[in-house]
């Protein structure tokens, strides 16, 4: 399945009990819901998540709030959901909000 909204592009896949969702583009007011659809529907899928966000070249305050509600709703589901591959953009907000290890 692919979703893209022009700023994002969001690809999900299923493989072996994970459910692979990769990001590209933007993620920020514009687009969470995108994302977030995407991630709900993950989630209620049951498989563990990996996020390959390597082709996210920025995201804002939104993005990190998405990302930790996916946290949350992950953690009340008992979900796995690893960060398998971020773009600098990303590694720098995340580190710099203290967030980095949160999806390792």
Known sequence: METDDQ????TM??????????????IDMGTCDTLEEHLGQALDGGEEIDLDLAEVEFMD??????L????????????AVRLVSASPAVERILHLSG???LFA
């Open 13 to 26: 896949s299923s493989v072996g009990g994970t459910t692979t969702i990769a990001a590209a583009g933007d």
């Open 68 to 79: 930790l509600h996916l946290r949350a709703r992950a953690q009340e589901q008992n979900v």
């Open 7 to 10: 700023a994002l592009t969001v």
């Open 61 to 66: 305050s939104t993005g990190i709030s998405c």
């Open 99 to 101: 967030l980095g290890d």
